[in-house]
């Protein structure tokens, strides 16, 4: 074998490698830009349809809305509360920030024109209950001297939220 036919196969083929390396790396971007994002998102989703046009009247009906996530053993992990414009938003939905797990959803929402109802601070899930605020006469007889604000309840138990990448989404009727 001739040893220039050695050195110009040689060199062709090195030639070859170099001109093709930048080419297959320009082209990882490309493999993987299909992917997306790795990350998970959690998000909420409301729907009042317990109407009489058994359509969601959520963003028609509701200005403001509290939201807490209780784990296995009743305890609130995370909550928020959310109002005003953002929730007349067509498709409104609140996006939550928990490690995945399994959890219990609570929802309490309706309007706070007239401060009719209050729910209290607590970190246990038995205590999120709504109560009526009323005033008392003198025989100690309680009653309530004008129109209630709107209140609406959600409760979904044992929901999922998973490990792996992408967007959950989980829907809370309301009645």
Request: net charge negative; with cysteine.
């Amino acid at each position: 074998m001739d040893i220039r036919s050695y050195i110009r196969k040689t060199i062709g083929k090195l030639l070859a490698v170099i001109a093709w390396t930048p080419i297959l790396y320009a082209c990882d971007g490309l493999i993987y830009d299909g992917e997306g994002d790795c990350s998970v998102n959690y998000r909420v989703k409301f729907c009042y349809d317990y109407n009489m046009k058994f359509a969601d009247a959520f963003a028609h009906e509701v200005n403001v809305v509290t939201l807490y996530l209780l784990d296995v053993d009743g305890r609130v992990v995370w909550q928020r509360t959310e109002q005003g414009e953002a929730l007349a938003a067509d498709g409104y939905v609140m996006t939550v920030d928990v490690e995945p797990g399994e959890y219990d959803l609570l929802v309490w929402c309706g309007t706070t024109d007239k401060g009719s109802f209050s729910i209290p601070e607590t970190t246990v899930g038995k205590g999120l209950t709504c109560t009526l605020e009323r005033q008392r006469d003198i025989g100690n007889q309680a009653f309530v001297a004008e129109d209630l604000d709107r209140l609406f309840y959600g409760w979904l138990t044992k929901q999922t939220f998973g490990k792996t990448e992408g967007t959950y989404t989980y829907t809370v009727p309301l009645v």
